[in-house]
């Protein structure tokens, strides 16, 4: 089999391509997945991914590789998909990205590599995210664990505070370049937000904890319930343990709440806890699982993000009848993923936009009952350019729930910061860095990166970031002496 | 994996209480009074908070006395010495301010006691004249009484129903030690026990202008603030008890508040306890 333009080869100007539309992935029906935990899509087949690969042109200067934040070489992994070299598209991907199947599956693709690709223009883009979890799921089933040749030890070690994709990548990274990498992590599983946050319909768990066995095989060191800032501090990392150097990416979590009245009622949950409880302890397999969650009726769920999806999508899992989003902007606007906005439709999720809630309301007993609201109405562009939402006056209106999540950001844990001498945060809380490539922070020695510096972002973000601070590190390991 | 070395069962009545000894050295190493772990038993457990009651350092191990209340602790209480913990985190929480007050009466009720030894101790090595009272429902399920009266210089006891010390409450014993008979002049009052106990002490100290320490048992989850699950309000204010405390002022707790919320999963505990009897009996 041949690719559709070999290079080297001209493609032929005229050349009649069949139009070949952008193939969906097959998906569980949405009445029945909005009442189970299974993985939304199944993934390409052979034939859905051969079919989707022919549909990229090779570009000579491919765009898409611009609009990937860690470069990967996108036509040539597509043009091995399309010649049924699977796991040497997978090999490809790696090179940049060290978890493909975790980025197939939660990279917003619509506003990076595929927002750039060239078909976009007149058609629709290729669908690159669904290529790269197809190619990185074969290679999963189908590959062999092969060690890959590992350099000589340097005996220099690094010690990485938290196991989010920041994290993981950036271990991965300098247990092949011969540290000896130790990550910390305060939970009892590895992961980050992909285990605690993002709800195994959207990411199954099994797929984290492969790579994170993987990285294991390689040598890396996993210190779980290990939390910095108490049991620790990093500079007794640094003077009591001997680590050489820090990497901090333990990630922006701390919830965000409205203050509102009534949020202390019970029912009313921080996104982080709904989804901890539902994904890290697995209630939603209670009695089973020990840790409990409730199976209210109506739950609305404050936000438009990804967060908001995610937990408005297991409110419904978990049995509710009415399972809203409640946003105070329009619906244009929401800044979650679109395809997550469309599969949460489908489920039956309704969309109360253009609504502010202002206070939650109590039964006698402390429980929710319900929560009033205000209309709004767009006004002139904020600094974001988005048109600022404001209320109209006398509009407001309740909405009976049970419980109330709220999903409206989260900002950055001071633990670590408080606890380490000469280590500079902004006003948010945010751990300054000199610059993004190199991750190094006003303290010696120690780099950050990820969420922890950016604020919310997304999983491939913070895995550039990993990478990039792996690679000051290692210099910085072999230049120490130099000055900081 | 974490280690019982010990096990000490001080009550074998429902609900039972019961201590280990766990091998935890980093634990030990760090723990300052105050601080509480937070553990899972195994892959299926919750994740429960415990306060560390002692440490020894030279054998890099730590206490925790619990009180089986439900599933988890009724658990953990049939775990014996030899036997392994999954996941234990900590130290967690911020430590007990401790400095040279003058006069500290600490209160323990119940199992309150265990939390309150590490303080007293501390309160003791910085100066203070420390003056305990430590009470329970009954002579039998009284806790810790050589050890706190080890590190008083004088201990209080009371019982609910008289059977051991005073017959009465621990506020009871407060009120004398503020205005009655024995009168004498206090400077700070550590309270741990059931929320109610400490409400009502601080509802006797407040018009005295006593300051008052609390140790707050919300519920918990993650225990490093990223859940919120663990939040009260104190002044008016939303804290998280698993980093801002354990340790609050009293007298600006919204007590109703959090014994509302420890409350939220009353349904589902009894599924969970239901459950697992009914898979035990099989
Ligand atoms: C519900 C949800 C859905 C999301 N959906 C998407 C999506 O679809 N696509 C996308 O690209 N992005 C998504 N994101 C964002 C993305 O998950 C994050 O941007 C990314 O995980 C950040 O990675 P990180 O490595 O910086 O930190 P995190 O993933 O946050 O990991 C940080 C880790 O550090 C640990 N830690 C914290 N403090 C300490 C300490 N003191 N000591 C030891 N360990 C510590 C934490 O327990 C955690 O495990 C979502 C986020 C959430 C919450
Ligand atoms: C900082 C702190 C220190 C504590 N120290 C001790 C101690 O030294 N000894 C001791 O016996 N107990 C202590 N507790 C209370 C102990 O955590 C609970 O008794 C235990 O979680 C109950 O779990 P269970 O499954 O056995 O009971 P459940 O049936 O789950 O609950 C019984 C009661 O315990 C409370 N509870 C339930 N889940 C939690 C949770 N995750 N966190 C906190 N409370 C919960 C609820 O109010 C409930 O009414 C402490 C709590 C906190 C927050
Ligand atoms: S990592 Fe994300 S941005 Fe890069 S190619 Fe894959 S899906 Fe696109
Ligand atoms: S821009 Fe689109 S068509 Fe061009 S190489 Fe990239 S994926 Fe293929
Ligand atoms: S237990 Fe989660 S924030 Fe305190």
Not at chain 1, 253 to 258: E, K, N, Q, S
Not at chain 1, 350 to 365: A, V, Y
Not at chain 2, 64 to 93: A, N, R, W
Not at chain 2, 110 to 139: D, F, R, W, Y
């Amino acid at each position: 089999m041949t690719s559709p333009k070999e290079e080297g080869k001209k493609p032929e100007k005229k050349e009649k391509r069949p139009k070949i539309p952008r193939q969906p992935m097959p998906l569980q029906d949405p009445a029945v997945r909005a009442r189970n935990f299974d993985e939304v899509p199944y993934g390409y087949t052979e034939e859905l991914a051969k079919l989707e690969s022919s549909r990229c042109i090779q570009c000579k200067k491919p765009f898409c590789i611009d609009g990937c934040p860690v470069r990967i070489n996108i036509p040539l992994f597509i043009k091995k998909i399309y010649e049924g070299n699977i796991l040497e598209a997978a090999q490809i991907m790696k090179k940049d990205n060290f978890l493909p199947a975790i980025c197939g599956r939660v990279c917003p693709q619509e506003d990076q590599c595929e927002l750039v690709c060239i078909l976009g223009k007149k058609e629709e883009p290729v669908a690159i995210g669904r290529l790269e979890r197809y190619a990185a799921d074969y290679e999963a089933e189908h590959g062999k664990f092969e060690m890959p040749e590992m350099p000589p030890k340097t005996g220099r070690k690094v010690a990485i505070v938290g196991s989010g994709p920041g994290g993981l990548t950036c271990a991965g990274e300098l247990i092949k370049m011969g540290h000896d990498a130790t990550v910390f992590e305060a939970l009892h599983k590895a992961g980050g937000v992909l285990v605690y946050g993002i709800p195994e319909f959207r990411l199954p768990k099994a797929i984290v904890q492969r790579e994170v066995d993987y990285l294991a095989k390689l040598g890396v060191e996993f210190k779980m319930n290990f939390v910095v800032g108490r049991i620790r501090t990093v500079d007794e990392l640094m003077e009591k343990d001997g680590y050489d150097a820090v990497f901090l990416a333990n990630g922006a979590g701390l919830p965000v709440f409205m203050n509102i009245p009534g949020e202390n009622l019970n029912g009313v949950y921080s996104a982080n806890e709904y989804l901890t409880r539902s994904n890290l302890m697995k209630a939603y397999k209670f009695p089973e699982y020990d840790t409990p969650i409730k199976r209210w009726k109506n739950v609305s769920v404050i936000g438009g993000g990804n967060v908001a999806m995610d937990s408005v999508r297991t409110a419904l899992r978990l049995g509710a009848d009415n399972a809203y989003i409640i946003y105070r902007r329009s619906h244009n606007e929401m800044p979650a993923r679109k395809e997550e906005i469309e599969h949460a439709e489908e489920e039956g999720v309704q969309f109360r936009m253009l609504t502010n809630p202002t206070r939650i309301i109590g039964d006698k007993d402390g429980w929710v009952r319900a929560i009033e609201c205000i209309k709004m109405e767009l006004g002139e562009p904020d600094e974001s350019g988005r048109r600022r939402p404001v209320p109209i006056k006398g509009s407001e209106f309740e909405i009976e729930t049970n419980a109330v999540v709220m999903a409206i950001g989260s900002g950055s844990n001071p633990l670590i910061a408080s606890s380490t001498t000469e280590l500079k945060v902004n006003k948010w809380g945010n751990i300054i860095v000199d610059s993004e490539n190199t991750g190094r922070t006003s303290k010696k020695g120690v780099f950050a990166g990820g969420d922890i510096v950016t604020g919310a972002a997304t999983v491939i973000l913070a895995m550039g970031a990993g990478r990039n601070v792996a690679a000051a590190i290692n210099e910085y390991l072999a230049y120490k002496a130099i000055g900081w | 994996m974490y280690e019982i070395t010990e096990k000490k069962v001080w009550s074998d009545e429902v609900p039972g209480i019961k201590e280990f000894k766990i091998m935890a050295p980093l634990i030990a190493e760090k723990q300052q009074a105050g601080q509480f772990v937070i553990l899972r038993i195994d892959e299926d457990g919750e994740r429960i908070p415990l306060t560390i009651a002692h440490k020894d350092l030279r054998n890099g191990t730590i206490n925790l006395l619990f009180q089986e209340v439900g599933k988890t602790t009724m658990d953990l209480g049939k775990l014996k010495k030899g036997d392994f913990i999954m996941d234990i985190s900590g130290p967690l929480g911020t430590p007990t301010h401790i400095e040279r007050y003058g006069t500290v009466v600490c209160i323990g009720g119940g199992i309150g006691v265990a939390p309150l030894h590490p303080i007293a101790q501390a309160m003791k090595g910085a100066g203070n004249n420390v003056i305990s009272i430590i009470g329970a429902k009954t002579k039998d399920i009284l806790i810790y009484e050589d050890l706190m009266s080890a590190t008083s210089d004088k201990l209080l006891i009371t019982t609910d129903d008289g059977s051991y010390g005073r017959h009465g409450f621990v506020t009871d014993e407060l009120k004398d030690l503020i205005d009655g008979e024995r009168k004498i002049p206090i400077d700070l009052v550590v309270a741990i026990g059931p929320p109610i106990m400490m409400k009502m002490v601080c509802r006797v100290t407040e018009p005295y202008k006593i300051k008052t320490v609390v140790s707050l048992n919300t519920i918990m989850i993650d225990g490093t603030g990223m859940c919120g699950a663990c939040r009260v309000s104190v002044g008016g204010k939303t804290r998280f008890v698993c980093v801002d405390g354990p340790e609050f002022d009293g007298h600006q707790v919204d007590f109703d508040e959090m014994m509302q919320r420890q409350r939220q999963y009353l349904k589902e505990e009894k599924i969970a306890v239901e459950t697992h009897q009914h898979l035990c009996c099989k």
